[in-house]
Structures are given as C-alpha cells and as structure tokens.
C-alpha cells in the first residue's frame, strides 16, 4: 500500500472480506494476466467465515474450522491488510487504515470496493447488551453452543426447581430463517444433552421462539413458512408470533404480551442492519444506510451520477433489481447474490481500467434453501417448493458446493459423511473463553 505515483499500477482498495470481498479478490487475481494492477484487501480477520453453516458449527454436525477460509492462503496475490478502515474520502479517493497493532497508514487508490457486510440490527431494548447474544459470527455460534450445554449441565447439579427451570429455558427473538435454523440444531443438540442426565428429561427443556410478524421463515413463502411453525411446535418449540420482547433486565425476559419468565439463554436473530464503519466515509447511502449503487454496481449519488471509482456489492449495497415485475425493487441482502454481484464486479473493474464499458447485474433468484436439523429442511428451488428430507438433501448440496475453496469443501462434506456413523459430540469448551484462568489459580496459589 502507498501513495499513487503517475506510473504506478492502477490500485483497487477492497473493504472487507466476507462473501463479496473474497469473491472480488479471487475475480481480480484471474485476471492479473490481462490487466496489471495492485490488489489490496482490508479485514480485521485472518479469515472469511461461510455464515450459512454457523447453524450446524453450533449443533455439534461439523468442524469451526470447516468454515473458515484463510484469506491469505486464498489470496495469492493481493494484499490482505489485517486492520480496519478508519475513514475515507471517495472523492479525493484516500483512505485511512489502522492495522490489528494500532498502526495508522494513509493510502490512495483508483477503485474501492465497499464490501463490509453487515452486522447485527438491534433496538434498545433493557438487559439486551449484558444478557443476550447474536449468531452472525463463527465465535457467537461457539457461544451459544457452550452456553447451552454448559445450562444442561447446571440443571442437572442444582437442587433448586427454579434455577434448573431457567437453565433450560432458552429464547430466541427472531423467526427468519437464520434464527430458526439455529434454534434447530441446537434444540436437538440440547435433546443429546439431557439425554446423558438420569435426573433430567426432554420435556424439561422451555424452548421459545419469538417473532415480531405473523409467521416464521417468510423468504421461504407462506406454504413452507406455514409448514415450518408446524413443524416446529410439533417439536415442543413455543413460538410466539406477532410478540416482541419489551426487556431481558437479569435474565428475566418481559414480553410485548405482558408475560414474564426467566431465561437462562436468550439469543437475538431479528435481523442485520449494514456495517455501521460505512459512517466514517462520505460514500452516499440510501434510506436504509446501504450504499447506493446502480445496476452496473457502481455508488451513485441520489441523482444517479456515478462516483468514479467507487463500486459497491453484498449486504451493505443497495443494488437495484432490474428483473423484478414491480419497480423500485432492490436484491436482498444474502450469499447467494453477494457472490454471484462480486463476481460481475471484478469484471467491471478489470472493464473499467481498460476504458471498457462495465455489465448490468441481472440474476433471477434460483430460490432458498434451510436446514432444521439432520434430515429436516425447507427448500424453494426455481419455484418448486421441498421439505423434508429431500429439502435437507438440497441445503446439503448446495452449500457443500457454494462453499469456498476445494480444502473446505473437503473438510464440510467428509464431517457430514462420518456423522452419519458417528454420534454427535455434546462437549462443551467454555474454558477456551477465558483459556488463561486455570494458569492464574496456580500462579496465585504459590
């Protein structure tokens, strides 16, 4: 990284490497033979996480690692800057980037790449931020999971009926795929666990989910939406729709209904708002704090000019849907059009320095697909609509595919081979939170 000379290689600046930024680098680098230019990509971690398989990293069914892609292993020729961007001018086309050990450097580019994925969307609710977690994140998926296992394991030593009854109950707020997904796996991870305890039973487990509309899972359509809520209440799942939880003060959760109890788990799905590190930069950004872009995926401010240089793809775009019937329409925020955007934007790059013209991002949505646990799954594939076992059969193949690189592609479909022979693992690994406390005690008992 440095200051653009005259004679210096075009530099394309990537923020972010999630779906879209790994994908515009690996589109790039095939393209070094033909166009010359300098690569740089920013991300605070050594490694992009595939977010669609946290679900099944949290049951216990595969490997963390299966899902982690090491982004200089990937990347052979960019240059993966471990920091994060601390501001940006995308008109004067500067950045300011501060690495993981505090250093701030200043640099110039010819084309960013606003990929920083989004995070969390959160309200202010009270008791939030000190008694619930996410699930965006490969180290929330870890969390979670311990916690409940670690929750199972308390139930069963206490000798209190109040305490054991708010150990095994765990909540979730937000019924869209991704949360009920979660809630899945780990219910049935839950189900294994209480199984290993003579003093504890299935139906001890409280289980609730809690969603603000009228159904659950709706990008799967209200067929398999319907399906789904019954599916889970046959599965002793509590789900409330049409409720919000108004606090979760010391664990006990208030519900929008008026209901209170206690919960020893509580875990938010409601949704993801864009990368707020968006507001350090003066890219322009539509109602939603998205980054606007035009169907060719360059930022564009709000009368359509195009900021030179600047390009925009994944969940903190808001990429117009030239295809929809009913227009405005804008693509969703999900893996499936990140990767398939970043792709088309590494051409528009590479189009862009030779003076080209850049393409139109057009894709016709080839469907979802959700996994509820082993052999349990909606699907939506060009219209026609699974579930079941062939609908989990489907989730299977195609994220075994879409996965990142051949090593991880490996490493996913052989842990789902040996789990159809080998029974799940149920250990939790709290202690590697605080990996040190252990060593402390024997320090200060000297």
């Known amino acids: 990284m440095r200051t653009m000379s005259p004679n210096s290689k075009p530099h394309v600046l990537i923020l972010g490497g999630g779906f879209a930024g790994l994908y515009t680098a690996w589109g790039l680098e095939k393209r070094l033979g033909q166009v010359s230019m300098d690569i740089t990509l920013v991300e605070p971690n050594s490694y992009m996480t595939y977010q669609p398989l946290l679900p099944e990293v949290a049951g216990g069914e595969i490997d963390p690692r299966t899902v982690m892609v090491e982004l200089r292993r990937a990347l052979k020729y960019t240059d993966v800057f471990r920091g994060t961007m601390e501001s940006l001018d995308c008109r004067a086309k500067t950045a300011t980037l501060a690495s993981i050990s505090g250093e701030r450097r200043q640099v110039s580019y010819d084309h960013v790449v606003f990929a920083l994925g989004a995070i969390t969307r959160t309200f202010p609710t009270p008791g939030l931020a000190e008694q619930a977690v996410g699930f965006k994140t490969l180290e929330e998926a870890l969390y979670v999971r311990d916690k409940v296992l670690d929750n199972v394991g308390l139930a069963a ?7 054991r009854t708010k150990a095994l109950t765990v909540v ?9 997904e979660a809630l899945s796996e780990l219910l049935d ?62 664990g006990n959760v208030v519900l929008s209904t008026g209901e209170t109890f206690p919960a020893g788990t509580i875990v938010w799905t409601a949704g993801v708002k864009p990368n707020p590190v968006l507001d350090a930069t003066n890219v322009p950004r539509g109602p939603k704090g998205h980054v606007s872009a035009n169907a060719r995926l360059q930022v564009v401010e709000e009368d359509g000019t195009v900021v030179d240089g600047a390009w925009a793809a994944g969940d903190n775009a808001q990429v117009p849907d030239l295809t929809a019937e009913n227009q405005p329409a804008w693509y969703p925020p999900n893996a499936q059009n990140a990767l398939r955007q970043a792709r088309l934007l590494a051409g528009n790059i590479a189009a862009a320095v030779q003076h080209r013209e850049p393409a139109e991002y057009r894709h016709k949505s080839l469907g979802a697909v959700a996994s509820f646990g082993v052999g349990r799954g909606a699907a939506v594939v060009k219209g026609v609509e699974l579930k079941g076992r062939l609908a989990w059969f489907v989730d299977r193949f195609y994220h075994g595919a879409a996965v990142p690189t051949m090593h991880n592609k490996w490493r996913i479909f052989t842990s789902w081979a040996s789990g159809a022979f080998a029974a799940r693992d149920i250990t939790s690994v709290s202690a590697a939170q605080d990996p040190r406390e252990a060593f402390v005690r024997a320090v200060k008992g000297q």
């Open 172 to 180: 979730f707020v937000g019924g869209g795929y991704t949360g009920v």
């Open 189 to 250: 991870l839950a189900k294994l666990a209480v199984d290993e305890y003579p003093v504890l039973q299935r139906s001890d487990l409280r289980w609730i989910l809690i969603e603000a509309l009228d159904r659950v899972a709706p990008e799967i359509g209200p067929g398999l939406s319907k399906w789904t809520l019954e599916q889970l209440r046959r599965r002793g799942v509590d789900v409330r729709l049409n409720t919000t939880m108004k606090s979760c003060t010391d």
């Open 157 to 163: 030593a206490t000798s209190d009926p109040e305490e």
